[in-house]
């Protein structure tokens, strides 16, 4: 069993950064893919960026390539978003969620989910 919370969100004006933090609870949480999803009001959920239970594979969306980055430590069972250059597009609430697959970019795939942060660019 895996429980996953999110913190980190806030508002932020056009061009800054934030950093999401999910931090997670089990001691088999380092067996699992972590992946972040959005979803803006009247939006489905959408895949952000994913990264493996080694750290070692990352995957983006390409609305953030570039701009987002995936990493996760380990020692403490948190997996990060650092999201530089932000825009009034990102708006949404931000969710992590955790699977045993490699990096899948379905929501469905995903069976453990945080409650979700609240992000919010001003233009």
């Known amino acids: 069993q895996v429980q996953l919370v999110e913190s980190g969100g806030g508002l932020v004006q056009a061009g800054g950064s934030l950093r999401l933090s999910c931090s997670a609870s089990g001691r088999t949480f380092s067996t699992y893919s972590v992946g972040w999803f959005r979803q803006a009001p009247g939006t489905e959920r959408e895949f952000v960026a994913a990264?493996?239970?080694?750290?070692?594979?990352?995957d983006y969306a390409d609305s953030v390539k570039g701009r987002f980055t995936v990493s996760r430590d380990g020692a403490k069972n948190t997996v990060y978003l650092q999201m530089n250059n932000l825009k009034p597009e990102d708006t949404a609430v931000y969710y992590c969620a955790a699977t045993r697959m490699i990096l899948p970019r379905a929501s469905s795939n995903y069976g453990y989910w945080g409650q979700g942060t609240q992000v919010t660019v001003s233009s």
């Open positions: 990264i493996s239970w080694s750290g070692g594979r990352t």
